[in-house]
C-alpha cells in the first residue's frame, strides 16, 4: 500500500466536496481509502472498503477527540 491512485491536488476545506472515481474494472468493489487529515499527525486508514454499496462517503474528524469516521450514503 505504499502506492495510492486517485490522489487529490489540493486540501478540502471544511464542509467541500469532489468526485472521485473509482474504476471497478480495474479493482473491482472494495478499496482501501486513505485519508491524511489537515492539523492531524496521523494518517487514517480504512481497509475494505466497499464502494460498490453506495454513491457518496462523508468523512468526518472530531478535533476534540481526534477520532475519524466516514459515513456512507
Not at 473491482?28 to 491524511?36: E, I, L, Q, S, T
Request: charged share 30%; with cysteine.
Amino acid at each position: 500500500m505504499d502506492e495510492w491512485d486517485n490522489e487529490l491536488d489540493k486540501v478540502l476545506q471544511n464542509q467541500a466536496s469532489t468526485y472521485v472515481e473509482f474504476d471497478d474494472d480495474d479493482e473491482g468493489c472494495v478499496w482501501n481509502v486513505r485519508v491524511d487529515w489537515q492539523n492531524y499527525d496521523e494518517t487514517v486508514l480504512w481497509k475494505n472498503v466497499n464502494l460498490c454499496k453506495f454513491t457518496a462517503l462523508r468523512l468526518r474528524y472530531d478535533s476534540g477527540t481526534k477520532t475519524t469516521s466516514f459515513v456512507a450514503e
